[in-house]
Nanobody, 119 residues
Framework: QAPLVESGGGAVQAGGSLRLSCRLS????????IRWFRQPPGKERQFVAW????????YYADAVRGRFTISSNKFENSIDLQLSNLQPEDTGVYSC????????????WGPGTQVTVIS
C-alpha cells in the first residue's frame, strides 16, 4: 500500500477552483506535519502549505495564502487542499509528503497530481 496518494488534479480556467486530496495510509505517522508541495514545469519544487494533523496549526507559502486552504479530513483519513482563484502560475504537479512510522524511517512522497490552469 502506497504511503500517500494524491487525487483531484485537472485542468481549470484562471479564476477557477480545484480540491486536491492526499490519502494517508497507516504507514504515515500523523504526529508529524503533512505538507503539500508543487513543481511548476521547468522549475524546482516549491513549498505550498503544511498542517499539524494531531496538534492543529497550518501554514502557507506567501504565493498561495488567502487562496488555498489546507484541512484534515479524519473521516477519509486525508489531507485536503482547496485551491481557489487559480492562476496560470499555479500550474504544476502537486505532491504531499509525510513522515513514515519508525525511527529513522524518513519521509514518503506521493506520486503527485497535475494541476493545469488555463489563461
Amino acid at each position: 500500500q502506497a504511503p500517500l496518494v494524491e487525487s483531484g488534479g485537472g485542468a481549470v480556467q484562471a479564476g477557477g477552483s480545484l480540491r486536491l486530496s492526499c490519502r494517508l495510509s497507516g504507514r504515515i505517522d500523523t504526529s508529524y506535519f503533512i505538507r503539500w508541495f508543487r513543481q511548476p514545469p521547468g522549475k524546482e519544487r516549491q513549498f505550498v502549505a503544511w498542517i499539524g494533523t494531531n496538534g492543529g496549526g497550518e501554514y502557507y507559502a506567501d504565493a498561495v495564502r488567502g487562496r488555498f486552504t489546507i484541512s484534515s479530513n479524519k473521516f477519509e483519513n486525508s489531507i485536503d487542499l482547496q485551491l481557489s482563484n487559480l492562476q496560470p502560475e499555479d500550474t504544476g504537479v502537486y505532491s504531499c509528503t509525510g513522515r513514515l512510522h519508525g525511527e529513522g524511517a524518513g519521509d514518503a512522497w506521493g506520486p503527485g497530481t497535475q494541476v493545469t490552469v488555463i489563461s
